[in-house]
Each structure stands twice: as C-alpha cells, then as structure tokens.
C-alpha cells in the first residue's frame, strides 16, 4: 500500500517568516496530493492540492510542489501568522483512498 | 456547499455496549464514503471505504465485524461500534466524495468522539 511520511513533526516560526513541511510516498501510482489544516478537536480542511500532472501550484501565501521522479511533494506557507498556527496534514491519493502523513503541529510565534 | 455532518458529536458509552455514528452529506450526492480514526495528536488512519449499495472495504487490521458499516443511501452512512471496550475510545471521522468529475477531493465531517468507559 501507499506509505506517506511527512517532516517534520514540529515546527516553529516567528511571524511574518516563511513555513516548510516535506511529504514522501511510495505508490507512483498516486496521482492527487491534497494538504489539509486541522485545528485541535475540528475537521481536516482542505487548504490546496495538485494533481500528478502539475509540479506547482499557489495559493495567496500558501504553494504546493511536487516533484514525481522523486516521489515528494512540500507544503510553502509565506509571511506566516498566528492563525496559521494547526497541524498540517499531507495526503497522498491511489485511486479512491487517501492515505494522511504523520501531521506537524506548526506553531507561528507572534 | 459540500457539507458534510456526522452525529453524534460526542459519545460516551460503557463497555459491552454498541455506539452508531451517522455520516450525512448534506448538499450533494455521496457515491463513496470514508471512515477515519484519529487518536490523540495522531494522524488520520483509514479504517473502511463504503460505496452506497455495497459492502465497504476495510483497510488491513481493522475488524469488520466490530466496525460495521452500512452505505444505505446516496447522502448517509453510518459505522457502529460494536461491544465498545475502552480501547476504541478515539475520534472517528467520516468524508464523502461526490459524484461529480475526476476530483478526489474529500469533504470532511466534524468527527465523532467516542469515549468508552
């Protein structure tokens, strides 16, 4: 099956600077990579994804890579603020399932 | 739109006893619908796969006949947990995917918390 992990675990940063997480998978079956916000006891929500077939995307302050032949794709958060404090969750997708990432709790320190 | 509801919010029950959790979607039409575990600063792990009118898929390690799951309709499932012991207490969350296109995406429910005593 599809195996996903995720970098790292924690992350802090000072407000206004920029956010990194890192996302690996093994199926190169997978075609969708969507990113999901989760604050404490809420739902998943859905901040970006992209699809095999595209290697970048933005959104405002927010940007997915992913790189195919490497089988890894990154979260980009830019001018980060305290509200984008939340774990992040990356997900891979083989046909109908997702398969989630380990999640990194990132904190923004006003 | 693409809402998605799940009831109840929060459960307690003892032990030996079976809890129902309904998964609804609200505002579109649900061909295939998720079942998600999540303990405690943990990650999402898929338990089972519906698709309405059949019986759901279940994700390796995961006992069909404890966490049974039903897809009646188009806009419903539910899971019931059945003879909860303490160690199924965990947040269970469902999604729904549409019917529309290629999309994957996943619309998430609220989630569930099952606290077995």
């Known amino acids: 099956g599809e195996n996903v992990e995720q970098h790292p675990s924690t992350l802090s940063v000072q407000e206004g600077d920029s956010a990194v997480i890192k996302c690996t998978y093994s199926?190169?079956?997978?075609?969708?990579f969507p990113w999901y916000k989760q604050e404490l006891g809420k739902r998943p929500q859905l901040i970006i994804d992209?699809?095999?077939?595209?290697g970048e995307k933005k959104d405002q302050r927010i940007a997915v890579t992913l790189n195919k032949t490497a089988k890894h794709f990154s979260l980009h958060i830019t001018e980060t603020q305290p509200e984008d404090s939340a774990v992040y969750f990356c997900?891979?997708?083989?046909?109908?399932?997702?398969?989630f990432g380990t999640g990194t709790r990132l904190t923004v320190i006003p | 739109g693409a809402v998605v509801s799940q009831h109840p919010s929060w459960v307690i029950c003892k032990s030996g006893t079976s809890v129902k959790i309904e998964c609804r979607s609200l505002?579109?039409?649900?061909?295939?619908m998720f079942w998600y575990r999540q303990f405690p600063k943990q990650s999402l792990m898929l338990m089972a796969t519906?698709?309405?009118?059949?019986?759901?898929?279940?994700e390796q390690g995961v006992e069909k006949d404890k966490f049974l799951i039903n897809h009646a309709s188009l806009t419903l499932s539910t899971l019931t947990v059945t003879s909860a012991h303490p160690e199924d207490s965990s947040f269970y969350i469902c999604?729904?995917?549409?019917?529309?296109?290629?999309?994957?995406?996943?619309?998430f429910g609220p989630g569930t918390r099952l606290t077995v005593l």
């Open positions: 999604s729904a995917r549409g019917t529309s296109g290629a999309n994957n995406e996943q619309f």
């Open positions: 199926d190169s079956a997978s075609n969708y």
């Open positions: 992209i699809r095999s077939n595209v």
């Open positions: 997900a891979a997708a083989r046909a109908d399932n997702l398969f």
């Open positions: 505002d579109f039409q649900a061909t295939t």
């Open positions: 519906s698709n309405e009118g059949s019986k759901a898929t279940y």
